[in-house]
């Protein structure tokens, strides 16, 4: 995460917490100086049952919210610096245009700011590799995980 300039005045540690498919995962605390670096990789494993199509996947996949938050830890529960949302689906499988074209490249984007955080807008970089498998379930019907 950059935000170049920007100076916090609390010093407590940074985490990011990434809410993908209806699961909460929270990476490792870092120091509160700008640039920020989370070298970890996040997991997130979901079956849905019943779906065969891959289209009506997608289409509950824009239905689905996904939601970064920076947060730094500022007692009693924490602050959100800066928060990101958008759709699963366009989370997972950004437009083409948008991206360099290869799977797993790094992605940039804006983050919206609290108003707890002065400056300007945090910008995380980032990538997603999504993996679409089928499997049965044991009344021999096929699903998608």
């Not at 759709?87 to 804006?110: A, C, S, V």
Request: aromatic share 10%; hydrophobic share 40%; charged share 25%.
């Amino acid at each position: 995460i950059t935000c170049p300039g920007v100076l916090l005045k609390d010093k407590q540690e940074l985490y990011l917490n990434v809410f993908v498919l209806g699961q909460y995962k929270k990476t490792q605390c870092v120091p509160a100086v700008f640039p920020v670096f989370f070298q970890e990789k996040l997991v997130f494993e979901k079956a849905f049952a019943n779906i065969v199509d891959p289209g009506d996947l997608v289409k509950l996949l824009e239905f689905d919210t996904a939601i970064l938050e920076l947060i730094q830890l500022v007692p009693p529960e924490g602050k959100v610096l800066a928060t990101y949302e958008e759709n699963t689906r366009d989370f997972l499988f950004p437009d083409p245009k948008l991206t360099h074209g290869h799977r797993g490249l790094e992605r940039e984007i804006l983050m919206k700011r609290s108003p707890f955080f002065t400056g300007i807008a945090p910008k995380l970089r980032f990538s997603t590799i999504s993996l679409i498998s089928d499997s049965l379930l044991s009344s021999g019907r096929s699903h998608i995980q």
